[in-house]
C-alpha cells in the first residue's frame, strides 16, 4: 500500500515520500508527515537475526513506500558500510545494567552521521523518480556537527553540490578543521563573520528567494535543504532503535515482548521523534525519556503543557543541544492535537509571534509515553567522571546529559524497566570537556594535546576520523560577511 506524506499545517496537501524528500520543507512551512504511521509487518523475534543494513531496509520501506526495493537497498548499501568503523554500524554496549546504543561510528563520529549517509541518496535517487534534471544544490547552516556530517555524506555524489555555512568564530577548533580539510569536488565551506543565526538567517532568506531560484534554475541548479526537518533524515533514523531491541533479543539481554524504556540527549527533537515513530510500528517501548541541558524548554514544556522560548540561551559543553526552538516537536504537537493541521498551525503561529504556546488537556494527556529530565553542567561532568571511576566507559558530554537524566529517572520513579541509552557523539569530538571532567587538571591543557590522553584513558583507539584531521591539507579558506552569503553562492555556482 501507497504511503503519502502530508503537511502538519495543511492536510489537504498529499505528497509522494520522495516528493517530500526533495522538498524538505512544505511550502505552507510546515513539516511533512506520514499520512498514517506505518506498522512494521514483522515481529522483533522474526527480525532478530538482522544485520544493520536489513533492518534499516525492513523498516524503510514502510515509510517510502514509492522506492522500488533495488532503490533502497542500493541506498542502504552505500551509506552503510566501510564509512563506519564498526561492522555493527551501530554497536549495543552494556555498562553495569545500561545499554549504550552508539550511534557514533560514521565518518564524522556524531550520531548525524546515520542519517547524513543515506541522505544523499535517498534524494538523488528521488530526483531521477521524479525526473528532476537540476544538479540539486545543498545549503546548510551549521554550529558544527551538521555541515561536517552534511558535507561527508553528499562528497562526490553525482548530481549534487554542497555549500555549507559556519560562524567563524562559533565551532570548536576539531570541528572547524574537519570542515576546512573535506575532501569532494563539488563541496564548499564558507566561514562566515557573524554568529549561527545569522548563517541560519541567510540560508533561509536564499531558500525563500524567488528571483534566485530562477537565476539558478536558469542555469540548471536548485536549492534543498540537508537540515532534520527533512523526512529523509528522520526515516533512517528509525531503523536504530529497532536494531537495538533485535539486538537485547538476541543476546538474551530481554525476553521476547518485553518493554524497554529509551533515553535520548535532545535539542532538534529528531531523535527522540524517531524513537516514538519506532514504538508506534511496534518496538516495544515503554517510555521515552527526553533529556535536556541548561537549555531546558523542552523539560519544562512535558512539565507544564507551555512551550516557551523567551528565556537566556545558555552555551554548554553539549552543544549541539542548545537549542531553543525544537522544530520536530511540531509533528508530534501535530499527533496529539489528532492530526488537525489548523490547530498545528495555530499554536505554531503563535510561537513564532510571541515565542510561545500552551497545549490542551486533552492534549498534555497524550504525552503519557514521554518523561523529561535535564542535567545541569556540574551533573553531566559528574556523569562522566562517575561513570569513568566507576566502570571505565568514557562517555561523551551530550550521552553524559542522557546518563544523567537516566538515573534521575530511575531513582524518582522506582521504574525497574531496561534502558536504552542513545549515544550520540564519540568523547573525541569533544575531547576538552570530556577530559576535564575526568581530571579537572585538564582544563588548561590544549584540545589536540588530550587526544593521545583520552586514548590511555579510554583505551578506546583514536577513530580515523580524528586521525584525518591531524595531518590533513586545509582545502577551504572562503570567507564572508553575513550579508554577502548570496553573492558568495552565486560565486562558487558561477551563476
Ligand atoms: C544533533 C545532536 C543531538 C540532538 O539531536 P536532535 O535530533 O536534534 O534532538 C544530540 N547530540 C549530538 C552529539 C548531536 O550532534
Known sequence: MDLYYKSTRNSNLKVTASEAILKGLAPDG???????????????????????????????????????????????????????????????????????????????????????????HLMTTSAKKNQVKNEIVILTATSGDTGKAAMA???????????????????????????????????????????????????????ENQELAKELADKGYQFSSANSINIGRLVPQVAYYVYAYTKLLANGEIKDGEKINVVVPTGNFGNILAAYYAKNLGVPIAKLICASNDNKVLYDFFQTGTYDKNREFVLTTSPSMDILISSNLERLIYLICGEDSEKTKELMEELKTTGKYTITPEMKEKLADFAAGYSTEEETAESIHDTYQKTGYVMDTHTAVAAHVCGQYRAKSGDQTKCVIASTASPYKFVKSVMSAIDAENANADEFDLLPKLQEVSGVPMPQAIKDILDAKILHNLECDADKMKETVKGILNV
Open 30 to 120: 510546515g513539516l511533512f508527515v506520514p499520512e498514517k504511521l506505518p506498522v512494521l509487518g514483522k515481529s522483533m523475534e522474526e527480525l532478530k537475526d538482522l544485520n544493520y543494513q536489513d533492518t534499516a531496509y525492513e523498516v524503510m520501506k514502510c515509510f517510502l513506500t514509492d522506492f522500488t526495493e533495488e532503490e533502497l537497498r542500493n541506498c542502504i548499501e552505500k551509506a552503510y558500510d566501510s564509512k563506519f568503523d564498526d561492522e555493527a554500524i551501530a554497536p549495543l554496549v552494556k555498562v553495569e545494567d545500561t545499554y549504550y546504543l552508539e550511534l557514533f561510528h560514521g565518518a564524522t563520529i556524531a550520531f548525524k552521521d546515520m542519517a547524513l549517509s543515506i541522505l544523499p
Open 153 to 207: 555524506g553528499f562528497a562526490d555524489v553525482e548530481g549534487t553540490r554542497i555549500i555549507v555555512f559556519y560562524p567563524k568564530n562559533g565551532v570548536s577548533k576539531v570541528q572547524e578543521l574537519q570542515m576546512r580539510t573535506q575532501k569532494g569536488a563539488n563541496v564548499d565551506v564558507v566561514a562566515i563573520h557573524g554568529n549561527f543565526d545569522n548563517a541560519q538567517s541567510g540560508v533561509k532568506q536564499m531558500f
